[in-house]
């Protein structure tokens, strides 16, 4: 199978006709052999019943409905694992994604051989609530992750290798970044391709400001786990140990200037009457407690079944055979 189309949907019962018919009519007109895989997250309307009629006529179309909306990272994770397309298209219900797109998306694919290549928006129809947050947002994500050719994350129009869609999961929020995903996985061959962005039509958008500050902690997620997901003392341990240091140091200065003063006949007070005493103790106790996390972060991963986690891209399991002549 060429193609397999994943749509993540909620309340969308009024645009999935045409939507439908639209991708149909691309695949038909160049010769593809597809599946549409429509993950219903708990619609409160008709779209699971629009699903099902349309299957009556269109043998390609699949579907998954949830029982309660789950969110759009594991709606994509449930068509991800359905998918049996060469290439893996995702776009979003709403018809502000083009199907006219497909074509070159799968060509990136399947000839410049990309892993995953990403739409640009770069002509929104959407208000400057939500474009001004979405830039500053983008740009965030390209310093983070270190993906500086992409410059619209979030962009529900992705296309894919088979490959990569069987070896990331997307939880949470995690589907902003998916290409930040697909790169710890070591798919660097990420693309972009500008891509035309229409007004919605039907309905209202399913997404509010709060996703921008929750994008932001997932991103701090991403980037941690990526860097210190399998040895979590690298980071407790060693910022653990700086401000034990710095504590110690300080405690001893306190301590060695009071002997000081006292051995030379100077004035002198409490060591407790400093200030800096309990600043260097509080460092010295949050410095060991950072320590331990790190430790029991490290007795954690020992004993994880993914603590050696890693990916075979290929392997020759056949020895040449040194008696031909």
Not at 227 to 240: A, S
Not at 262 to 276: I, Q
Not at 280 to 300: C, D, H, K, N, P
């Amino acid at each position: 199978m060429d193609i397999s189309v994943v749509i993540p949907l909620y309340n969308e019962a009024e645009s999935l006709p045409e939507l439908e018919a639209w991708i149909s009519r691309v695949m038909n007109q160049h010769g593809f052999t597809y599946e549409i895989l429509f993950i219903n997250d708990g619609s409160t309307d008709d779209s699971w019943e629009v699903i099902n009629k349309l299957r009556e006529h269109n043998p390609n179309i699949r579907g998954v409905s949830f029982r309660r909306n789950y969110g759009k990272s594991p709606a994509l994770n449930t068509g991800f694992s359905r998918a049996k397309g060469d290439v893996v298209i995702t776009m979003d219900a709403d018809l502000q994604d083009s199907p006219d797109e497909i074509p070159e998306l799968y060509r990136m694919i399947t000839e410049d051989k990309y892993d995953l290549v990403s739409g640009w928006k770069q002509k929104r129809y959407d208000p400057l609530s939500k474009t001004i947050p979405t830039k500053l947002f983008n740009a965030t994500a390209r310093k983070v992750s270190g993906i500086h050719n992409l410059h619209d994350f979030n962009c529900g129009l992705k296309a894919y290798r088979n490959k990569v869609v069987k070896h990331i999961e997307v939880y949470g929020d995690m589907h902003r970044y998916i290409p930040y995903l697909a790169k710890n996985a070591g798919f660097n061959r990420i693309g972009e391709k500008v891509v035309h962005h229409q007004a919605r039509k039907y309905g209202t958008t399913k997404f509010g400001l709060d996703r921008f500050v929750n994008g932001y902690l997932d991103l701090a997620t991403l980037w941690f786990t990526a860097k210190f997901g399998v040895k979590p003392m690298h980071f407790f341990g060693l910022l653990g140990s700086l401000m034990f240091i710095l504590g110690f140091i300080a405690v001893a200065v306190v301590g060695f200037g009071k002997l000081y003063d006292m051995n030379h006949g100077n004035p002198y007070r409490l060591v407790t009457d400093s200030p800096y005493f309990y600043m260097a103790l509080t460092l010295m106790l949050l410095g060991s407690q950072l320590f331990l996390t790190g430790f029991i972060g490290e007795l954690v991963v020992r004993n994880s079944d993914r603590r050696n986690e890693y990916e075979i891209d290929e392997e020759i399991t056949t020895s040449p055979d040194n008696n031909q002549v």
